[in-house]
């Protein structure tokens, strides 16, 4: 059985990291395939937090909506990391991140779901009655995380958008770019008074020098008094 998950430990935090590379299918035909039944299987094997790598073009929608589920219904805080590419069916699973992290060279792809349909019009009209269907099922987890109007993210679909981590970010289908130096957590005006209260603690600890005396020396004055005298 292909193997989707590793244990990470640290001092702090115990986290499971599981891997969703290839194609999402509803059953695995090549022995590659990432099934709901398989990630099923690890996502449930342990407890706690989980991060999810991804690295896949998509596949049965289906399958996917499944898999989305699971991490959405999961106890344990789930955090996607986007290394390759998250396109098609992939982006949806990739909705289910509490945070959504993008190396910066991985893509994110978003567009209207496809098919294969055999038979008369009517049989075309009931596809094609299907598909919108399921385009909407799939605006409401881009809709849920994003926070785009359903317009914008039909309209998005329907180009077939590619997005890097930037663009990602910037439209609210991921939150930060992996790898990249943490983001300070206070604003310029405590950032000045940190510095300052750095160099204040810094000063305090240099040696003090004693201050130069400023009076008249004992000698000098013995001195004068023997002149006054008569």
């Known amino acids: 059985m292909k193997k989707f998950w590793n244990w990470v430990r640290n001092e702090t935090t115990e986290e499971r990291t599981l891997y969703l590379n290839g194609v999402i299918s ?3 035909w090549w022995g590659d395939e990432v099934t709901p039944k398989l990630f099923k299987d690890e996502l449930l094997a342990g407890s706690g937090n989980v991060a999810i790598w991804i690295n896949s073009p998509g596949g049965d929608v289906f399958a996917a909506a499944q898999i989305y589920n699971m991490l959405m219904d999961y106890t344990g805080k789930v955090t996607v990391k986007i290394d390759g590419m998250a396109a098609s069916a992939a982006s949806v699973i990739a909705m289910a991140g509490g945070d959504v992290y993008m190396s910066p060279v991985s893509m ?49 679909m329907d180009a077939e958008t590619w997005m ?25 005006d405590s950032f000045v008074f940190s510095r300052a209260a750095v160099t204040n603690s810094l000063i305090s600890r240099l040696p003090k020098r004693e201050k130069p005396k400023t009076g008249t020396p004992i000698e000098s004055l013995e001195k004068r008094l023997n002149l006054l005298k008569v």
Not at 113 to 140: C, F, Q, V, W, Y
Not at 174 to 180: I, N, R, S, Y
């Open 26 to 28: 509803d059953e695995t």
């Open 108 to 156: 994110l792809m978003i567009h209207n779901p496809s098919t294969i349909a055999i038979g008369d019009s009517e049989e075309m009209l009931r596809a094609k009655a299907l598909l919108d269907e399921i385009k909407e099922s799939i605006i409401n987890a881009y809709e849920l995380k994003s926070g785009l109007s359903r317009a914008k993210l039909s309209h998005l």
């Open 164 to 188: 890097n981590a930037n663009k990602a970010i910037e439209l609210g289908f991921a939150d930060k770019v992996l790898f990249e130096e943490g983001e300070p957590t206070e604003s310029a």
